[in-house]
């Protein structure tokens, strides 16, 4: 027994109640466990018990053995003079917790749950209930995966929120640097963003409607157009830079931050610097659109671009590829915008505004795109539980990343119904 398990027990209330009484010989009987207190103090709050004939309402201590209760120094701690319970696991030494009820629950639990329990924390398999959470209930897991995706956004939209008040609430600034993190994917999500927030929004929109001067400008930032080059199109793009360098007094982000190395081609951030300055050329109130926009139809076109031609025939500056192929931004590249950018900005914006139905719509959005495949939904779906859309390959990322993989088996509604199954 661990102390973990035993508070998931008592909060779970999954011991027998029956015969349960004090080491005193009272009986006992247990109206309300009690509220799971995560700060310091007792672990469980505003419990109510009845002990012989008088109901008691006030806050419990569980340990796994009772001595534990002299080894914690709780007999010095204020904080434990009033409970109304101690219940322990095993009573190795008498009357620690003076004038405290004390009840011993090593009989009232079955072996089988902590057996079960010890399979799900010992187990080497990378998803520790596989084989076992094909018996919770589809409706339980739909509801799981519900909270985990809001528990997933929660986070996400929190250091959204703190760039958003950096912005002075400006949230076309806010979509312009979560888009361009975006376009860096996982590698280069930071030196893109870096690259957004060294370009205020302000001097690409007044450059809009030129696209190469908009491709000097996040390329020089990203400082990418240093050195001397061969072929015309980055040569021009220098002059440009230099130019509007000066005139807006910019300083370019290290070029060393760009990762290449061990990327498809077609994912270098050249391509994707290219791809974005498209887009930023593109858009005309891409803000007000994408809020206002909840079909994947709709979006997709919003994002269909593709780079100058130049990168047709390139991947990388004065390097010529063999073979001719646009760089079109992908249809999965588009989904994952809208999973990981346009989604939860229009929950965001929609939970700022306090409207539901919004939010709602933002959710429906994302239970409209495929999910997605990796590593980690393809570990689900081994183990039968394929995520049927984005929102599900969200929830489930989280649920492995967050949970399995940390072995937070207790925490888990598929946890809880696995043992409470025994
Ligand atoms: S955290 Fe939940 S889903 Fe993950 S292995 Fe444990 S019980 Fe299964």
């Given amino acids: 027994m661990n102390e973990a398990l035993l508070q998931f027990i008592w909060q779970h209330s999954l011991y027998n109640p029956a015969g349960l009484q004090t080491v005193a010989g009272e009986p006992v009987i247990i109206i309300y466990s009690g509220r799971i207190n995560r700060d310091a103090g007792p672990d469980f709050l505003e419990a109510k018990v009845k002990v012989g004939q008088t109901i008691l309402v006030g806050n419990v201590e569980l340990h796994n053995r009772s001595s534990d209760w002299l080894r914690h120094g709780h007999q010095n701690d204020t904080a434990y003079q009033n409970l109304i319970l101690h219940a322990v696991f095993e009573n190795d030494v008498a009357e620690v917790a003076a004038n405290t009820p004390t009840i011993v629950l090593k009989n009232h639990i079955s072996e089988k749950i902590m057996e079960t329990y010890a399979r799900l924390i010992k187990t080497t398999n990378k998803l520790p209930c596989a084989g076992q959470h094909t018996f919770v209930k589809d409706i339980t897991k739909e509801s799981w995966l519900s909270r985990l995706l809001a528990e997933r956004w929660e986070q996400k939209l929190s250091d959204w929120n703190v760039l958003l008040e950096n912005s002075a609430e400006d949230w076309r600034n806010l979509l312009y640097w979560r888009m361009a993190a975006n376009f860096g994917f996982k590698t280069n999500a930071a030196p893109f963003l870096m690259l957004a927030q060294s370009l205020q929004l302000n001097i690409p929109t007044r450059h809009k409607d030129n696209l190469l001067q908009l491709e000097a400008l996040f390329f020089g930032q990203a400082g990418m157009l240093n050195g001397d080059f061969i072929d015309d199109y980055p040569r021009e793009l220098q002059r440009e830079y230099e130019y509007l360098k000066k005139k807006y007094k910019l300083r370019q982000i290290p070029e060393g931050l760009w990762k290449f190395l061990r990327m498809r081609p077609v994912n270098f951030p050249s391509v994707r610097i290219a ?15 994408i809020i206002e926009t909840h079909s994947v139809k709709e979006i997709t ?15 990388r500056f004065d390097v010529l590829q063999e073979q001719k192929s646009p760089k079109t931004l992908g249809k999965s590249s588009i989904e994952n915008i809208i999973i990981n950018t346009i989604a939860p900005i229009q929950f965001l914006y929609a939970a700022r505004q306090d409207t539901s139905i919004l939010q709602e719509l933002a959710l429906l959005l994302l239970e409209n795109v495929p999910a997605e495949e990796n590593v980690i939904t393809r570990l689900w779906e081994e ?10 390959s969200q929830a489930l990322l989280q649920l492995y990343n ?4 940390k072995k937070r088996c207790l925490e888990c509604t598929i946890g809880l119904n696995i043992i409470r199954m025994q």
Avoid: G, I, M, R
């Avoid at 919003?302 to 047709?312: F, G, I, M, Q, T």
């Fill in 301 to 315: 076109p919003l994002l269909e671009v593709k780079a100058s031609s130049y990168w047709d025939t390139h991947f």
């Fill in 383 to 392: 183990n039968n539980w394929p995520a049927a859309n984005a929102a599900q």
């Fill in 275 to 289: 791809q974005f300055a498209a887009l930023v050329h593109k858009s005309l109130h891409l803000f007000s659109q």
């Fill in 402 to 405: 967050n949970y399995c993989s």
